[in-house]
């Protein structure tokens, strides 16, 4: 973890939930295709939808997203911070105590997984 911002990266997957075509998102990762998710920022999207297995979403910043019903249990989100995010319906990493997440949830901090 470092004190880099969040990016907003060029990926052609990664502009796709940008624009909120989370489905098409879904289908490309199905079909093999890969992308860099790391510290990227979903600030205030509706993500709502996505297949996050396997996910790395490490050091992203998704403030203010729509991230309910997303089953994040095989996804890393070490280092992530989900500031006043919808999170209802999720399922989160056994590695994440629920006072990470909370803490996440309320102050924006980044989530650091249990060792």
């Known amino acids: ?30 079909a093999g295709k890969k992308s860099d998710l790391t510290g990227a920022d979903f600030r205030g999207l509706d993500l709502r939808g996505l297949d996050a297995a396997n996910l790395d979403v490490s050091n992203a910043y998704f403030r203010q997203a729509d991230l309910r019903g997303i089953d994040f249990s095989q996804t890393n989100l070490n280092g992530a911070s989900i500031n006043s995010c919808k999170i209802s319906g999720c399922l989160f990493p056994i590695e994440l105590t629920a006072e990470e997440i909370e803490l996440s949830l309320i102050h924006g901090t980044r989530m650091r997984y249990k060792k």
């Open 1 to 30: 973890m470092g004190t880099k911002p969040p990016e907003i990266k060029q990926d052609n997957m990664y502009q796709l939930l940008r624009e909120g075509k989370v489905s098409e998102f879904n289908k490309l990762r199905a």
